[in-house]
């Protein structure tokens, strides 16, 4: 058996030693072994990381926009030309199929990157007189921000948050999910390759302490963070300590509403899409499916159907898998707990329900799709993330009912809603409490549209216009053309 390879913290344009030796496993979630060993940030890496950005943010704060834009322009292409090689990665570290991650993952923090490269040399101040005088003010970056990522999608997560923050002149540290920490390496590495200064990107790794110490450090102006809402309030509070700006990316409990003259195939699609997806692990996922009563029959029997018959779980690496596994031994033993709770208070399972052994992945962390029906709203099913593939189903009459049920819940990231009139689609999706909706569509999220949620699934965007302002502070500079009028 050879050795396992070691990888350190990337700081400076390089990978620096640790001095202890500390490391922590990755698993690889198809598995179950060991797939690589990383040095944990020690005080040294952490101090070594802030003074390296703040001497990255000399560099590119005073660079052009231009020139930003065209140094990530070049890190675009490198990221097109290396996807192969990078969804491998994040197969290996995440579980997801092969399938998604090669058409997904890097393509689209790649677009984000590009998206916001594009826009930096439009970041504009204003000039507005007021009388002789007039003001004026300048966009200027924050400084130092820190990007916190969860496990799902790692490389594209590292890129959502670097895209806005670089090109905005800012630098930033970034921790990734101690369970996939190898995507935010790679994109550091592309970084360096493509010109970007050394220090502008900095990969710190470790568990939720070295995010924790981010959330608190004097030096740092702003915290991005993607997780749980529970770590989520954490951080926002630690955070508020110094002041620090925050963007919040957090957890969902999406409705998903189908009409009865919804299109039943392209409803079903829509159904697995939100629930099956990278085996349930999205934070938009439509996991309440309301479906309208008459519509509600041939919706099951086909959902049922297509999904015993076209999900075909196994080995992430195969072309032909659709459904990979889980992130982790604990985390599959939480979504199977779920679903024993969901029989307990009295869902009927009509697929699913167990872990899976596919023949070509046997020590995997699989649970089969699954869907629960017969579901009510206080089931704590319908109520917490479960974060797996697990699909609740439920039944409405009407359209205010819909709605009420549907905004009945703390979280407010996602919502979908399926139906052929035209004038309700957009009546229902205007009275719904998310972020994120679509009509006649699910989980598309491309660059340019904004991303985040309502209430209690997040605070701020990502991607999109909106995005800019946040990783810029207004200085507003009042310009005296006469001799200053004084009492004194
Ligand atoms: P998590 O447990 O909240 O962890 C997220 C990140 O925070 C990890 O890097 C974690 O480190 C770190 N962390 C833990 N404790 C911390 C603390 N006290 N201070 C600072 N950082 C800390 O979430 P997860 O399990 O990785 O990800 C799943 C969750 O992410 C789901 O709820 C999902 O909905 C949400 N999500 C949201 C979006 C969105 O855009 N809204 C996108 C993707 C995922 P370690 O894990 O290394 O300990």
Redesign the pocket.
Known sequence: MSALVTYQNYVHGQYISNGSGETFEVINPATGSVSYLVEVATDAVKQAAIDSAKAGFAVWSKMTPMERSRILLKAVALLREHNDELAAGEVLDTGKPWQEASVVDIVTGADSIEFFAGLAPSIEGNQQPVGEDFYYTRREPLGICAG??????PLQ?AC?KAAPALACGNVMIF???????RGAMRLAEIFTQAGVPDGVFNVVQ??????????TNDDIAK?S????????T??MA?ASSTLKEVT?????KSPLIIFNDADVDNAVSAAMLANFYTQG?????GTRVFVQKDMYPQFIERLKQRTENNIVCGDPMDAETNFGAL?SRS?QQKVLEYIAIGQKEGATLLTGGTALQPENAPHGFFVAPTIFTDCTDDMTIAKE?I?GPVMSVFTFEDEQEVIQRANNTHLG?AAGVFTQDITRAHRVIHQLEAGICWINAYGASPAEMP???YKM??IGR?NGNETLKAYTQIKAVYVGMQPLESPF
């Open positions: 916190i990522g969860a496990w799902n999608y997560i959502w921790k990734p999910s101690e369970e996939t920490p470790g568990d939720g302490r070295v995010g924790a110490w981010l959330t915290v963070f993607t997780g749980e809402v529970g770590t989520g954490k951080v630690a919040m990316e957090l957890g969902g692990e999205v934070c938009t996922n992130i985390h993330e974060f990231l991303v985040g949620g699934s997040g990502e």
